[in-house]
């Protein structure tokens, strides 16, 4: 059973970073397409970002792009999340996601595995 933890959320203000983690269980990395997907309350899971397997092409959602940039490091088996001048309507717990598909990454519905969640606030 693949497992994916996420780490590295936290309470920031408008303008500050975080760098989210997200580890595998094991050797995964190398052989999915990994996303970010965030959800906040009240509202459903929405895309982030994500990057093919080898991490040659990366994909963000509108609303991020220019300020969040996605790497994987498949050595480590660990995909990061550096988000950059962070906005209050960034506040949402972001998950790790793996897919075996080639396409589609920023559809929910083709990753096949998903860590917990982490936290992340930014306050105004």
């Known amino acids: 059973q693949v497992q994916l933890v996420e780490s590295g959320g936290g309470l920031v203000q408008t303008g500050g970073s975080l760098r989210l983690s997200c580890a595998a269980s094991?050797?995964?990395?190398?052989?999915?397409?990994m996303a970010w997907f965030r959800q906040a309350p009240g509202k459903e899971r929405e895309f982030v970002s994500a990057v093919s397997r080898l991490g040659l092409r990366t994909d963000y959602a509108d609303v991020v792009k220019g300020r969040f940039t996605i790497s994987r490091d498949n050595a480590k088996n660990t995909v990061y999340l550096q988000m950059d001048s962070l906005k209050p309507e960034d506040t949402a717990v972001y998950y790790c996601a793996a897919s075996r598909a080639l396409n589609r990454a920023r559809e929910a519905e083709v990753y096949d595995y998903w860590g917990q969640g982490t936290q992340v606030t930014v306050s105004s």
């Open positions: 094991g050797p995964i990395v190398g052989s999915y397409t």
